[in-house]
């Protein structure tokens, strides 16, 4: 639910959430999506960044969950961290080991099986490449989830774009065009250009006739004069930038000098 990675996640804090700043909600308030409160994590791959994300109500519900999970399961021990070790817990003062941790993310996904619209297996292990998809980018940066939600249809619209743009830059350019050459340009992978087979079949139509590319005109003499005349204003500009920082200068050290002469002739 937030993307964030798996060391991340291991050392959250034992209370991790904070609150929005004008933004109290009532209790029994009905969860309806929106961003309730900060998620605090240690950093770990970024300096600079402030440590915080918007979270939903479902994330507050799972962290208080296990609050609640250590306290009856370890009654004795004042935990320093949200997730601790099952069979070693040393008080409460390491993390969960990342190893115990895999090994439960699998057996997710052994239990589930969940799949994408293509039949690939879509892992619990994996889901930290989602922090980089532009729908978590939109969450993280404040866009009220049902906004994102509605934001799926221009993304394949986009994408549509970019690659058709890619085929036809890489033909003006005399590149060779092909599935591999328009994916590198697009910055996509093989797998999308493949299901928009309208622009698949393009690429292919002009896989093998590469283009002539374009070589820009020569510059002419009219071209020279216009770029000396430019460089001369832009030097006629300099030189009048100088005199005047001169001027002004002379100006504020005579201001001093007025401002000290009247401070001599003030009576105390």
């Given at each position: 639910?937030?993307?964030?990675?798996?060391?991340?996640?291991?050392?959250?804090?034992?209370?991790?959430?904070?609150?929005?700043?004008?933004?109290?909600?009532?209790?029994?308030?009905?969860?309806?999506?929106?961003?309730?409160?900060?998620?605090?994590?240690?950093?770990?791959?970024?300096?600079?960044?402030?440590?915080?994300?918007?979270?939903?109500?479902?994330v507050v519900n799972v962290i208080r969950?296990?609050?609640?999970?250590?306290?009856?399961?370890?009654?004795?021990?004042?935990?320093?961290?949200?997730?601790?070790?099952?069979?070693?817990?040393?008080?409460?003062?390491?993390?969960?080991?990342?190893?115990?941790?895999?090994?439960?993310?699998?057996?997710?996904?052994?239990?589930?099986?969940?799949?994408?619209?293509?039949?690939?297996?879509?892992?619990?292990?994996?889901?930290?490449?989602?922090?980089?998809?532009?729908?978590?980018?939109?969450?993280?940066?404040?866009?009220?989830?049902?906004?994102?939600?509605?934001?799926?249809?221009?993304?394949?619209?986009?994408?549509?774009?970019?690659?058709?743009?890619?085929?036809?830059?890489?033909?003006?350019?005399?590149?060779?065009v092909n599935i591999n050459a328009v994916?590198?340009?697009?910055?996509?992978?093989?797998?999308?250009?493949?299901?928009?087979?309208?622009?698949?079949?393009?690429?292919?139509?002009?896989?093998?006739?590469?283009?002539?590319?374009?070589?820009?005109?020569?510059?002419?003499?009219?071209?020279?004069?216009?770029?000396?005349?430019?460089?001369?204003?832009?030097?006629?500009?300099?030189?009048?930038?100088?005199?005047?920082?001169?001027?002004?200068?002379?100006?504020?050290?005579?201001?001093?000098?007025?401002?000290?002469?009247?401070?001599?002739?003030?009576?105390?």
């Amino acid at each position: 639910m937030t993307g964030r990675r798996a060391s991340e996640i291991l050392t959250l804090d034992h209370d991790p959430i904070e609150a929005i700043p004008g933004a109290e909600r009532p209790p029994g308030a009905v969860d309806d999506g929106t961003f309730v409160a900060k998620l605090r994590y240690q950093q770990t791959k970024v300096d600079g960044v402030v440590p915080t994300i918007l979270v939903e109500q479902a994330v507050v519900n799972v962290i208080r969950e296990q609050q609640q999970w250590l306290t009856d399961t370890f009654p004795g021990v004042d935990s320093k961290y949200l997730f601790i070790g099952v069979k070693h817990q040393f008080r409460g003062r390491e993390p969960r080991p990342y190893a115990t941790y895999r090994a439960s993310l699998a057996q997710l996904d052994r239990i589930h099986g969940l799949t994408d619209f293509a039949g690939q297996p879509l892992k619990f292990t994996q889901t930290h490449r989602l922090r980089h998809t532009r729908a978590t980018e939109l969450l993280n940066d404040g866009v009220p989830f049902h906004v994102v939600q509605l934001s799926g249809t221009p993304r394949s619209e986009d994408t549509r774009k970019r690659i058709d743009a890619a085929r036809r830059t890489l033909k003006k350019a005399g590149q060779p065009v092909n599935i591999n050459a328009v994916a590198a340009k697009a910055g996509v992978s093989r797998a999308t250009i493949y299901r928009h087979p309208d622009l698949a079949d393009r690429i292919r139509a002009q896989r093998n006739t590469p283009s002539t590319p374009v070589t820009p005109p020569a510059p002419t003499s009219t071209d020279d004069s216009v770029i000396h005349a430019l460089r001369r204003t832009i030097r006629d500009k300099d030189e009048q930038i100088h005199r005047l920082r001169a001027e002004l200068q002379a100006q504020d050290r005579a201001l001093a000098a007025a401002h000290a002469e009247i401070e001599r002739l003030t009576p105390p």
